[in-house]
């Protein structure tokens, strides 16, 4: 079950997101499904097929969990594998 | 611009609208009253000195010489902590962080002052210089602060309230600690530490001091105006923020 509280430690694939900031001005508005995910880049599917490799370091992503919820993430708290992300230690506020 | 004064020592009801109505006269937007834990779970009249204040700013009296009063004044209670050691300080923090709007932690210490800096939960760390022949920070703090979002509050009572030896040795921690933000940029604070009418000055006062230690007037007017602003800003969202960098968005 992915939540607010645990989505960043979840897998990714398959949410849908869009990119709120990036550094790359022609990045931000782009909004579809994640269909894969390296361990700096996310690979977003958009209307129409087309497939656009993110950077998540300098780019801040909205995703909407299956519960409709939206959650704002920076990506540089996603940067590393996802498999390793489970186990990574994240700073509370 | 707005300016907003980050620590004025709230007593009693008549005390606090004393200090409140004098400093919207100065030109200030905001302030924030401090209480300490043991007081402030029994404030319960800040809503009526905003009422009180509102009602005078569009109906003022003819006997007040207060023509611009604000009558958007935003009022703001805070706790300091005033901590023993590193255990009673991390206790304090959890029970008042999220009853509270502002979390003041009172330095002096080092050892308060580094968890201070370390903990992103800390608002501000008032007068890290207290009772020090040092600035109370260093380098490693100041990157703590940085990290962490951790104000450094300069207190111009400090100033005001000493003489002499005392008064340079306050402007030369002062200097000190303009020194690391310049280098680490953590965010710098500057306050009246009012306690009585008495001791508030107008914003373009503290600038013109702040001037004095090496602060550019620049930076002195977002440290008297942006800073607040965006502390309070990021604390009215840290009950959507789930970690740093994760936060729910309300639709």
Known sequence: MITPHNIFRHEIIGLNVEITESSHDGLVGIKGKVVDETRNTIRVEVRGGRETLIAKDNAIFQFLTPDGEKVEIDGKILVSRPEDRIKKKFRKI | ?251
């Not at chain 2, 009558?71 to 902590?81: C, K, P, Q, R, T």
């Not at chain 2, 206790?91 to 979390?103: A, P, V």
């Open chain 2, 1 to 251: 611009m707005k300016f907003f004064d980050c620590h004025l020592y709230g007593k009693n009801y008549e005390s606090d609208y004393r200090l409140i109505e004098e400093s919207s006269r100065l030109g200030y937007s905001g302030a924030s009253l401090f209480y300490s834990t043991d007081n402030y779970q029994s404030v319960d009249y800040l809503e009526t000195i905003n009422e009180n204040l509102l009602a005078r700013g569009t109906h003022p009296p003819e006997d007040t010489p207060s023509p611009d009063f604000s009558s958007d004044f935003h009022l703001v209670a805070g706790v300091e902590i005033r901590p023993k050691h590193g255990e009673d300080l991390r206790k304090k923090i959890n029970k008042f962080r999220k009853k509270s709007d502002l979390l003041m932690v009172l330095g002096g210490d080092l050892k308060i002052n580094r968890a201070s800096c370390e903990n992103s939960k800390v608002d501000i760390l008032s007068r890290p210089y207290l009772k020090r022949r040092d600035c109370g920070i260093n380098h490693v703090f100041a990157k703590e602060a940085a990290r962490n979002n951790v104000a450094i509050e300069l207190n111009m009572s400090d100033i005001l309230r000493s003489q002499s030896v005392f008064r340079s040795k306050m402007l030369a921690h002062f200097r000190e600690i303009i020194k690391l933000h310049k280098k680490f940029h953590f965010p710098v604070l500057i306050t009246s530490g009012a306690s009585s009418i008495y001791d508030l000055r107008t914003p373009r006062d503290l600038v013109a001091v702040a001037n004095c230690f090496g602060m550019a007037p620049e930076d002195a007017i977002l440290s008297l105006s942006n800073v607040p602003w965006s502390i309070l800003e990021f604390n009215q969202q840290r009950k959507n923020m789930i970690i740093a960098g994760v936060k729910r968005i309300e639709s």
